[in-house]
């Protein structure tokens, strides 16, 4: 009679961690930003924790903290992008500046010292 083949054990991948805390776009600290899924009502909420920055969006069954983050982060963006387009451009100087007047300086009372 023969032997029974031993049995191998499983060995378990370990599944990589998403990260749930982020850097704050605002305030710049890091792991200040704290993501909240929550399912049932189907919003995903980041908070900061030093600045009180925060933004809410819907989120699907598949979402994760890093979905809702990246989606701050493109609205943030294109909400910068508009603000820029609104902004009139800056005129750049061309010609006499405050320091080209001098010929016109009358002296002040230094001038009248003389």
């Given at each position: ?87 009139p451009a800056h005129r750049q100087r061309t010609g006499a500046g405050p320091t080209d007047d ?13």
């Amino acid at each position: 009679m023969g032997r029974r083949k031993a049995t191998q054990k499983k060995i378990k991948k370990k599944r990589p961690e998403v990260a749930k805390k982020f850097k704050c776009l605002f305030c710049n600290h890091e792991n200040a930003v704290e993501c909240e899924l929550n399912h049932k009502e189907k919003i995903g909420s980041l908070k900061c924790r030093i600045c009180g920055e925060g933004w809410q969006t819907r989120i699907n069954y598949l979402s994760e903290p890093i979905d809702v983050f990246s989606e701050w982060l493109d609205a943030t963006e294109a909400e910068a992008d508009v603000e820029a387009e609104e902004r009139p451009a800056h005129r750049q100087r061309t010609g006499a500046g405050p320091t080209d007047d001098l010929d016109d300086y009358d002296g002040g009372e230094a001038a009248d010292l003389l």
